[in-house]
Every structure is written in structure tokens, then in C-alpha cells.
């Protein structure tokens, strides 16, 4: 099987959609071999923080000299960028590889009535991954909410949730503490758990389902803002138990997740994991998560973030104004059609600002039209495709800045502009 072909049966699975619950799951690592006994995790779920926690941890982890894996979603340019190992994306073809074998049990499965859905295929070949290269700590987002979601098969040495807010309503609930419920499902009983304070009404939930659990469960408080770095695009200092830490990540929202990485350190340590104070600020400090807010040009700026729900934009425009001051005066935009609602642009829906928006290349994208009908006071400007735009604003820079948000996809695309990479973005999931 070569790379492509491995990357056409993944995403052919697709006709399946979403589907949670773990019956699948289960029974597919079943076939596999339970790779996942063979593995120690940090199981993360969250609304949003939860890849950049993930980052983070997985810097810090390989600067001490463990062999980490680390699986995210979705990816930006290439599918392979869901499996990590060593900091890198893993190799074209031991993905390949990894994908026949689970094609095998993958159409064995079917031939009993069990359709697989694409992401517990991706979940199995990561396992599979994960185990054969004898990975010692693998750092493990869940996709969607947590109880249900395919990752849920492991015993964690640590569970993680970052902040919870609204977002995957349609299979999550509608109320911040069913949400909480589905994140809180991935907590195992007697194994340690962090989790960032998000309100009255998710904690709650979260610390009544570890008290169900047995569950020791330690609460995190946001790090405070440290000395300014400067130039300020160039990180922040952040200040944790009397002492400050150093990340390449920008924003109060990242302060937070700082925290957290750090709480889940010194419970895995207790764990025994050997993890030197030294080399965990060496890894913190150049750890890098792209697409959220990743500075692309620094004068003017032009930054590209996947914020994709009311929260995430809310923080994204506090962070602009923490690094940047005023701007940006513009602001390049596409969502999923699950996503327009009003409330997603209102932090930037102002008088004179600039909305150029841009179709997103997915079957789930907005259309330009409703995706434009979402803005009422900037001036709108609608573009045929994102590659027309980016020739647009690198003809025009704005001065007080160019913004590209709305969609992970959308992140992706210009990053795959910017590097040349060849356009797979249709096929994300």
C-alpha cells in the first residue's frame, strides 16, 4: 500500500460520519492485539487548550529524554501529523504500512457488521504506531467530548481537561453540564486528574464524577502573566507557584494551559517518571503548536488561528489586543456550516474593520453568503477562493494587521499556500 493509497482508504471511511461509542473501538484493538495495554498515556479532553496542553507536555516529556508519541486532530496539511514521534510527524510509509494492517482487521470487522468510522481506524493505526516503535508515554487528545470518543479505551497514567465551554452541541448537549458529563467521562477510577477551573456549573459535574470515581482530582488555576517578552509575538514569561516559566505560546487562554502541563508533570512524576526541572523548562519554552496564533509576518502581522467557536474568538481577540495593541484591520474568514452563528464574530464585528471572506474547502464548509451574513457592522468582502485572497493581502498588506480565522481548515490552507504543500485540506475529518 503506498502513502496516497493509505490516505484514500482512511478518508473513505468517511461515509460512515461520526460516530461515538466505544464497541467499535474496542472490538478493533481487540483485533490488533490490545495495543493499548501495551502503553502508558495522558489522556486530554477539553473545548479548547486541549492540543496546545497537549504540545506543551509533549516538548516537555521528550526534552527529558522519554520517547513520546503524541496523537492530535485534526490536522492542518497531512493527515500523518496526528501521529507524532519525536517531535516529528511519523514516516509516509510506516503510516502506510500501519494502515494495511489495520485495513485487514478494518474489512474483517465489516464482514461481521461493524462499520468503523474513519477516526477509530485513525485511532488504531496510531496505537499500532505507538506500540511497535516501544513508545514510553504517549500523550493522547480525545476527538470529540471524551466518555464516547475512540481514544476512551485506555487506563491513563493521568487524565487532563482543559477549559470546557459550548461547541459540538449537536453531539455533546446543549448545556455546559452536559458537555462537562462528556468530558468528565474520560476520568478512570483511582487513576489522577487535572483540570482547569471553567465555572460553577462544569466543575461541579467534574468534581462530583470523581468522587464517584475515587478519583484524585487537583484543580488548576490560570499562571499569571510574567515579564513582558520583547518583542512581545515572541512569547510570554508566565508565573506558576512563585516561579515563571517560559512558552513560544501567546495569550492568557495559553497561560492556562501552561498551567495545567504543569500539573499533569508533577503528578506523572509521581507516576515515576524522572522529569529534571531543567530540562522541562527546556522543553516548555520551545514548544510549538501551529495554527493558533502563529504569527506568519510580524510587520505588518498577518496570523493564522483555528478558533472555531465563541470561546476560542472571544480569547483570540483578547490575545491580539496582549501582543498587538490595536487591529487587526483586517480579517480573513471562513467556517463550517455548523458553525454561523452570530456569536462566533462578535469580538470582531466592528465599524471599519475589514472581513474578507473566503470558502472553506470542505464538504461541511459555510457557503461564502451565510458565512458573510454573520458580520453586521465590518465591511464585508467576499472572495471566490483563500488563495485569492492571500495574493490579495500580500499585494495590500494591512497596517494595523491581517487575521485569517474561522476554521482549522482555513488554517491549514493558508499554511499549505504559505509552504507549498500539495492541497489535501478537502479530505480533513
Known sequence: MTYQEAVDYLFGLQMFGVKLGLENMRRLCGALGHPERELRFIHIAGTNGKGSTAALLDAALRACGLRVGLFTSP???????????????????????????????????????????????????????????????????????????????????????????????????????????????????????????????????????????????????????GPVV??????????????????????????????????????????????????????????????????QREAPPLVVDGAHNPCAMLRLRETWSEVFGAGPGRIIFGCLAEKTCPELVVPFDEAGREVWVVPVKSGRGATVADAAGLWNKANVRVFGSCEEALAAEQASPEEKGTLATGSLYLVGEVLRQSSGLRDEIGLNG
Open 230 to 295: 520583547e518583542p512581545p509575538w515572541r512569547g510570554q514569561w508566565c508565573r506558576v507557584g512563585g516561579e515563571v516559566w517560559l512558552t513560544r505560546l501567546l495569550g492568557a487562554h495559553q497561560r492556562e494551559n501552561l498551567a495545567v502541563a504543569l500539573a499533569v508533570l508533577e503528578v506523572v512524576r509521581g507516576e515515576g517518571l524522572i522529569l529534571p526541572e531543567a530540562r522541562v523548562r527546556e522543553g516548555l519554552s520551545a514548544a510549538r503548536w501551529p495554527g493558533r496564533f502563529d504569527v
Open 75 to 225: 490536522h492542518l496539511c497531512e493527515v500523518t501529523e496526528r501521529v507524532r514521534m519525536a517531535g516529528q510527524a511519523v514516516d509516509q510509509e510506516k503510516f502506510a504500512r500501519a494502515v494495511a494492517g489495520v485495513r485487514l482487521e478494518v474489512e474483517r470487522l465489516r464482514e461481521q457488521g461493524v462499520a468503523v468510522t474513519f477516526f477509530e481506524a485513525m485511532t488504531g493505526v496510531a496505537l499500532v504506531l505507538f506500540r511497535d516503535a516501544g513508545i514510553e508515554v504517549v500523550v493522547w487528545e480525545t476527538g470529540l467530548g471524551g466518555r464516547l470518543d475512540a481514544t476512551n479505551v485506555v487506563e491513563p497514567l493521568c487524565c487532563a481537561i482543559t477549559r470546557i465551554d459550548r461547541d459540538h452541541e449537536r453531539w455533546l448537549g446543549a448545556t455546559l453540564a452536559e458537555i462537562a458529563r462528556e468530558k468528565a467521562g474520560i476520568l478512570k477510577p483511582g487513576r489522577p486528574a487535572v483540570a482547569i477551573r471553567s465555572g460553577p456549573e462544569p466543575d461541579g459535574i467534574l468534581k462530583m464524577r470523581a468522587e464517584e470515581l475515587g478519583v484524585a482530582l487537583r484543580w488548576v488555576d490560570p499562571a499569571e502573566r
